[in-house]
């Protein structure tokens, strides 16, 4: 959770932060507590989220609604679900029909959906009879719900501006701006990273770029995201890293290889972890 908020139980703290406030319950009630385990928010509420915007969404005697960081209601509870504000805009059901209300607790759209999610930027994931899409802030559907749910994969999540989408059994991908910047066709994927996605076609994992061209064409066993300029890659059954040219700049020798990150890698070879950098040098390794 962010900012500081913390869950916690009255007997011990559970989770993370926002605020200078923990979260507390008392068998099935929840509230909140500070740093010191005082209770500055009395555990009353039959579910709490973590503050965003200032509000936290709650549940009170079987409604929701949503609480100040004083515990007061800053919109009562009135709607049988709710989600998280972004950008003085959330949203909630009525009745089991999601649309999205204003910092009033008004609707500034319409429900129209079986579920809504709290907006990414200008764009939300909402869904009817199974199937998902985006709408825009207006309540504009960008995207007529037309992809399934997949179990493991969290629908509509942006990574470098793109989000996966599936329908019959092949994987493609949403944009931000709310398009369909390129139709499923492919049998696995992954996110985007640094421009490029790693596909699968056939049974062998390449990259397409953000308009769905193969840059480095399907030939490995498994590989990874993009991160600082490179990918781990497999093939027989080892690892190593390729550039987004798709050449090798780290040979595929280690049993397990991780993504790059400031500037190191964390790879396994013959039983013994240790963090390399792009010249191959072992900076660390476990004794």
């Not at 908020?5 to 500070?34: E, K, N, Q, R």
């Not at 200032?54 to 709710?82: C, H, M, N």
């Not at 079986?114 to 960008?142: I, T, Y």
Request: with cysteine; net charge negative.
């Amino acid at each position: 959770m962010g900012n500081g908020l913390f869950w916690t139980s009255m007997a011990g703290c559970i989770s993370a932060g926002y605020t200078g406030l923990w979260v507390s319950f008392t068998v099935h009630s929840w509230g909140f507590i500070d740093y010191a385990c005082r209770e500055v928010i009395l555990t009353i509420f039959d579910e709490v989220s973590d503050f965003h915007e200032g509000l936290s969404a709650v549940t009170f005697e079987g409604r929701a609604g949503y609480i100040s960081e004083d515990g007061s209601f800053a919109i009562k509870p009135q709607f049988s679900a709710s989600g998280k504000f972004v950008g003085d805009i959330a949203p909630a059901a009525k009745n089991g029909v999601w649309g999205f209300i204003n910092r009033q607790g008004e609707y500034v759209v319409s429900p129209a959906w079986d579920k809504a999610s709290s907006f990414q930027g200008d764009v939300a994931v909402v869904s009817k009879n199974g199937l998902w899409g985006l709408a825009d802030r207006s309540g504009k559907e960008l995207v007529t719900p037309r992809f399934q749910f997949v179990k493991g994969l969290a629908e509509g999540k942006f990574s470098d501006g793109m989000a996966m989408a599936y329908r019959e059994g092949k994987y493609g991908y949403v944009s931000e701006s709310g398009e369909v910047a390129i139709e499923p066709m492919f049998d696995m994927a992954g996110d985007f990273g640094e421009g490029l996605a790693l596909v699968e076609i056939n049974g062998a994992y390449g990259y397409i770029d953000k308009t769905g061209k193969l840059v480095i064409m399907p030939k490995y066993e498994d590989a990874g995201i993009f991160s600082e300029g490179v990918a781990q890659i497999c093939n027989n059954g080892k690892w190593g890293y390729i550039d987004s040219d798709g050449r090798i700049i780290i040979p595929a020798i280690y049993d397990m290889a991780e993504p790059f990150r400031d500037g190191l890698a964390l790879v396994a070879l013959n039983g013994k972890w240790s963090y390399i950098n792009r010249d191959r040098e072992t900076v660390w390794q476990e004794k």
